[in-house]
């Protein structure tokens, strides 16, 4: 009997060191439980001009900020190791690139892309994610270089327009689509789509036929250059070039 009674004083001095142990944490600040919440500061986008074939433009430089949060409104610089991953368009994956330590780390970004920065944390700091897209402006250059109407018959004609396309072929060494939208006044279901693709820079020439009685007083045109989504995302198309041309007097 003597020792069942040692056991229950144990029970309910344990129950006593549990309750002073939970009422001690209760009291204690949130963040005292908590890790420190961080972030990474880092452009959001990024634009490369790579027109110049004789300029070196990679590897650029991005800077990535560790900060640790002070206030609900506030952070102060954190040192701690940053990695750098760059996104692989054909597996769908990140692929570990470097990493650096410091508080504001300086990564050579080797080329255009999608980019994540990852510090880990630790036993007291939380860890956070950024991303980063790269582009790249390649001197996509698109010109109209005239139009011609020659008769094709007593009741159609033949009409060329010619434009002329240029970019760094050193930036971007595969095809280039290039592709006109045109309308003749506001007849819409005369409006026409060419599209092909380049490989080198030089004229395109879109050569139709259409009957004479279609032939409204001008014709819109517009053109564009640019690389395929599923060639390469991140280099930025040419900006749409507009005509009005006057096919009748």
């Known amino acids: 009997m003597h020792a069942r009674g040692g056991s229950e004083n144990w029970v309910r ?46 590897p650029r430089a991005l800077t990535v900020k560790l900060q640790k949060r002070i206030t609900s409104t506030h952070y102060h610089a954190l040192s701690g190791t940053v990695k750098l991953y760059r996104y692989d368009v054909d597996d769908h994956i990140y692929r570990y690139v470097m990493s650096r330590r410091g508080s504001t780390v300086s990564f050579p970004i080797p080329g255009r892309g999608r980019y994540r920065f990852v510090y880990s944390g630790s036993s ?82 879109f050569t139709f036929k259409i009957d004479n009685a279609d032939i409204e007083p001008v014709l819109y045109d517009s053109a564009i250059a640019y690389v395929d989504d599923d060639d390469d995302p991140y280099i930025l198309d040419s900006e749409w070039i507009d005509n009005v041309n006057y096919l009748t007097s």
């Open 124 to 205: 007291t700091m939380r860890s956070c994610t950024a991303y980063s897209t790269v582009f790249e402006d390649i001197g996509f250059d698109v010109a109209f270089s005239g139009i011609s109407v020659t008769p094709a018959s007593p009741t159609e004609s033949w009409i060329t327009l010619t434009y002329t396309a240029d970019w760094n072929t050193a930036a971007w060494d595969g095809r280039v689509w290039f592709g006109s939208d045109m309308s003749f006044g506001t007849t819409e279901s005369e409006a026409l789509y060419y599209e092909r693709w380049l490989k080198a820079p030089g004229a395109v020439e």
């Open 13 to 58: 001095l344990s129950l006593v060191v549990v309750a002073v142990i939970i009422a001690g944490t209760l009291a204690m600040p949130a963040t005292a439980l908590a890790k420190t919440v961080t972030r990474l500061v880092v452009a959001k986008t990024v634009t490369v001009a790579n027109g110049d074939a004789s300029a070196t433009v990679w």
